[in-house]
């Protein structure tokens, strides 16, 4: 069984001792700064000259600095800008300027564990992952509740790593819900795969095929929307709340008995062949080292395929029908760019 952390088992005044930098004012960002202000912690944010995030930040009451800057202030820094710049922010502005014995709180793996970022030994080094996006990490904590995290030690340099780690997970509301311990390794290889084969990738292909199939065949783009995009959401809900067990036991039993003679037709053996290949890419950091490349070269591989994703057919035919949609807000249906699992 994994070892859970909840409340009880941080002390806040770790962390409300301490002086924070927040590098970036993201999706992660926003939320753990605010979240930290709100839990009584001394926090600054760091951002690039010139930043569109700075209104948002100022608007908000918090002390915006260059990130060289905030960083010079701070005995923790927690680098929450993209990963694919991390590195760059880290060599340029954060390394020169971080204080001796200064720790590093990081929101994902990925460059810790791929070795693009090694920080100079006696700097503790964290993580404290939320297991959801931003705007629900801050909206939760908001609400008196929080999104569960997961949380490693990569260095231990100060012996109290696992304090620090523990009172800045509870700052930011997530061991109100709750805290797995975890290490850098299992978080960026589960995250990633997470992502790319079931969440993101698995489930975008599988509407996609799903809709083709039905149009291909003839039927009707709008009810092919409905049968295998919008109603994933009613079906997600239940799994959320019971598992898939609840999903079975809530749906026909047409439906069900279609479930288990046709699921495994659909999602064959081969699949999980081709699972095992992508988490191989993940281990062996191939999957980084393209991502890397390309995001260096300026992303063409990147944008091509973003484009391409963007102009399926199943696109435009969301578009019209959330329109007719009273319950989708404009603000929930429009397309947000940037935004990351
Ligand atoms: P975002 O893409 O939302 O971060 C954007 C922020 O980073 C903006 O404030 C942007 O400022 C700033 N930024 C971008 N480039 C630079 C730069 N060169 N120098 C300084 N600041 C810069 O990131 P996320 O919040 O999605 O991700 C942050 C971390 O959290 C990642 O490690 C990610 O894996 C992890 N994470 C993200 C989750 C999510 O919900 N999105 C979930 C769990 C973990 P500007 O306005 O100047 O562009
Ligand atoms: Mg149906
Ligand atoms: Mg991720």
């Given amino acids: 069984m994994a070892e859970l952390f909840y409340d009880d088992d941080a002390d806040l005044s770790v962390i409300q001792q301490r002086k924070v930098a927040v590098v970036g004012y993201g999706s992660q960002g926003h939320a753990h700064a605010l979240n930290l202000r709100d839990s009584g912690v001394d926090v600054r944010v760091g951002l690039r000259e010139g930043s ?7 608007n908000e009451g918090l002390r915006v600095l260059s990130v060289a800057d905030a960083v010079k202030e701070a005995d923790v820094v927690v680098i929450l800008a993209p990963d694919q710049v991390q590195r760059h922010i880290y060599r340029e502005e954060i390394a020169p300027n971080l204080q001796d014995g200064a720790a590093l709180v990081f929101g994902h793996g990925f460059n810790i564990r791929f070795g693009y970022i090694e920080p100079a030994a006696g700097h503790d080094v964290v993580m404290v992952a939320p297991k959801g996006p931003g705007h629900l990490v ?6 008196g509740r929080g999104v569960p995290v997961i949380v490693a030690v990569e260095t231990d340099a100060s012996g109290k790593a696992w ?21 850098f390794t299992e978080e960026t290889e589960t995250d990633l795969f997470g992502e790319q ?3 993101c990738g698995g489930v975008s292909q ?11 065949a003839g039927y009707q783009p709008e009810v092919a929307y409905f049968e295998v995009l919008h109603e994933l ?49 993940i281990q062996s950091g191939a ?10 070269a300026g992303a063409p591989e990147f944008k091509e395929l973003r484009e391409k994703g963007q102009n399926h057919p199943i696109e435009p035919v969301g578009r019209e029908l959330r329109k007719l949609f009273a319950w989708v807000k404009p603000s929930d249906s429009d397309y947000v760019e940037g935004s990351a699992a």
Avoid: C, H
């Fill in 52 to 58: 569109a995030s700075r209104e948002k930040a100022e």
């Fill in 287 to 296: 999957f980084a080292e393209r991502f890397i490349n390309d995001q260096d």
């Fill in 206 to 216: 599988l509407i996609q095929y799903g809709f083709e199939t039905l149009t291909e």
């Fill in 197 to 199: 084969a079931v969440l």
């Fill in 233 to 281: 959401k009613l079906i997600v809900d239940l799994i959320y709340e019971g598992g898939i067990t609840k999903q079975r036991w809530s749906v026909s039993d047409t439906a069900e008995y279609g479930d288990y003679v046709s699921g495994p037709r659909v999602i064959d053996a081969r699949v999980k062949e081709n699972m095992k290949a992508v988490l191989g890419d």
């Fill in 138 to 143: 801050r909206r939760e904590y908001a609400d």
């Fill in 163 to 183: 304090d620090l780690a523990l009172s800045y997970a509870k700052a930011i509301g997530g061991l109100r819900a709750a805290g797995i311990k975890t290490t």
